[in-house]
T-cell receptor, first 113, second 118 residues
Framework: NAGVTQTPKFRILKIGQSMTLQCTQD?????MYWYRQDPGMGLKLIYY???????DKGEVPNGYNVSRSTTEDFPLRLELAAPSQTSVYFC????????????FGPGTRLTVT | AQTVTQSQPEMSVQEAETVTLSCTYD???????LFWYKQPPSRQMILVIR??????QNATENRFSVNFQKAAKSFSLKISDSQLGDAAMYFC???????????????FGKGITLSVRP
């Protein structure tokens, strides 16, 4: 049982480039989340999904897009990378809203220069 | 909106001693969850302990226990018999118990860096 997996682990982008951060979970969880963690800060919610085909914005969605075509996958897209998007990105999942805790992936460290 | 405050950026403890990490939160809700997550240098977020607000009994998990004071909106983590492997950043987090998608998110504090002296 792999849990939540994320790829890549590290990435360096140039300003204006695009990329997709991959997230997959094998626990059949309906809820999935993308957070970003800036240095010295807690995690902030970028986007979330309550099930396949349903996504919505979190606290800091600008500059990002998501899709949820299957229960397992929840990719995060950066269209025009900016230095402000340098951060560590975490994907998480939970079975439903009643289940309090979330299960996190190992994170992706992204640097935009 | 809910907020979570961890006012101590760093703490240090001697191996085998006990340490308490503080957390306060602000909410107008009566039903919610509180969590402590551990983030070691590997960056993996690991759930340490959870507390449901409707439960008066403080949660315990082996060497980890909490002091949940609902009226004071305080949620501290006590680590007993500290071990070198406990060195990490610890995050306090809040989650609403309302059944809407956005409210299922976790609201995190800024974290506390715990170091353990051998």
């Amino acid at each position: 049982n792999a849990g939540v997996t994320q790829t890549p682990k590290f990435r360096i982008l140039k300003i204006g480039q695009s990329m997709t951060l991959q997230c997959t979970q094998d626990m059949n969880h309906n809820y999935m989340y993308w957070y970003r963690q800036d240095p010295g800060m807690g995690l902030k919610l970028i986007y979330y999904s309550v099930g396949a085909g349903i996504t919505d914005k979190g606290e800091v969605p600008n500059g990002y897009n998501v899709s949820r075509s299957t229960t397992e996958d929840f990719p995060l897209r950066l269209e025009l990378a900016a230095p402000s998007q340098t951060s560590v990105y975490f994907c998480a999942s939970s079975p439903d809203w009643r289940q309090g805790e979330q299960y996190f992936g190992p994170g992706t460290r992204l640097t935009v220069t | 909106a809910q907020t979570v405050t961890q006012s101590q950026p760093e703490m240090s403890v001697q191996e085998a001693e006990t340490v308490t990490l503080s957390c306060t939160y602000d909410t107008s809700e009566s039903d919610y969850y509180l969590f402590w997550y551990k983030q070691p240098p590997s960056r993996q977020m690991i759930l340490v302990i959870r507390q449901e607000a409707y439960k008066q009994q403080n949660a315990t998990e082996n060497r980890f226990s909490v002091n949940f004071q609902k009226a004071a909106k305080s949620f501290s983590l006590k680590i007993s018999d500290s071990q070198l492997g406990d060195a990490a950043m610890y995050f306090c987090a809040y989650r609403s118990d309302h059944p809407t998608g956005a409210n299922s998110k976790l609201t995190f504090g800024k974290g506390i860096t715990l170091s353990v002296r051998p």
